[in-house]
């Protein structure tokens, strides 16, 4: 008889890592899981809104944003498949988002209820305890992204911040050419709060001091820049 291989959309998310791959249906379905589609620049999630329920992305790429005083955006992160979408604030006791999410592209994502998950009482879902267990790995790794952030946006210098986020990417690509996740210009300056004419010219600069050279969002590292 023919082997039949069952194709299953979910089991390469971290979410359900260590379920069997026959299990991972049933665990949504306890957990009341629900696919949603997005639309380019449609919001998934808006500053202030209560967040109830785990969001994992599964298609597409989302930017997750705030405003400043000034109503303007700056970008926290570029996620990507897999990713939690604000997943801590479900777990936190003030669960009103302080960042908004938006589509870059059209979107799909899981839903699944935090319900079931953050009771007291004993669950009736078999799988609560494993998906808790990878959830913590999850939101880990969506902290470690805001504190990248944090360290890249508090460098003065404007050639130190942008060097420091691309021997970063590097690092995570182990590799001195790769792709940054902001394909336009107006984008990388959001995510490192500075004025975009301004970044431009200094990707110039850098790039005829011979430290660096690009390409849209491609990248090569050539050397450290020598201070200035």
Do not use: W
């Not at 620049?41 to 329920?53: A, Q």
């Not at 944003?65 to 604000?86: A, H, M, Q, V």
């Not at 790995?137 to 944090?150: D, G, P, Q, T, V």
């Amino acid at each position: 008889m023919k082997k039949v291989i069952l194709d299953n959309p979910y089991e390469d998310l971290s979410i359900f890592d260590g379920i069997n791959n026959m299990d991972i249906f049933k665990a949504l379905n306890c957990l009341s899981g629900i696919e949603k589609s997005y639309k380019k620049d449609e919001l998934i999630v808006r500053i202030g809104e209560k967040v109830n329920h785990i969001r994992i992305l599964l298609k597409g790429h989302v930017y997750l944003y705030n405003l400043n005083s000034f109503g303007e955006r700056n970008i926290i992160s570029e996620l990507k498949r897999g990713d939690l979408i604000s997943g801590s604030i479900v777990f936190s006791k003030d669960d009103n988002s302080p960042y908004g999410a938006v589509c870059i592209d059209d979107c799909k994502v899981l839903n699944i209820s935090s319900n079931q998950i953050k009771t007291a009482e004993r669950p009736r879902c078999g799988f609560t305890n494993i998906i808790m267990k990878n959830l913590l790995f999850m939101i880990a790794e969506e902290n470690n992204s805001l504190r990248n952030k944090l360290n890249i946006t508090s460098i003065k210098s404007l050639r130190e911040k942008i060097f420091n986020y691309l021997y970063l990417q590097a690092s995570i690509n182990n590799k001195n050419s790769f792709k940054i996740p902001f394909v336009n210009r107006a984008d990388f300056a959001d995510y490192l709060g500075v004025n975009c004419s301004a970044l431009s010219r200094e990707l110039g600069r850098m790039r005829d001091e011979d430290i660096l050279d690009f390409h849209k969002n491609k990248f090569t590292l050539k050397r450290y820049p020598e201070e200035r």
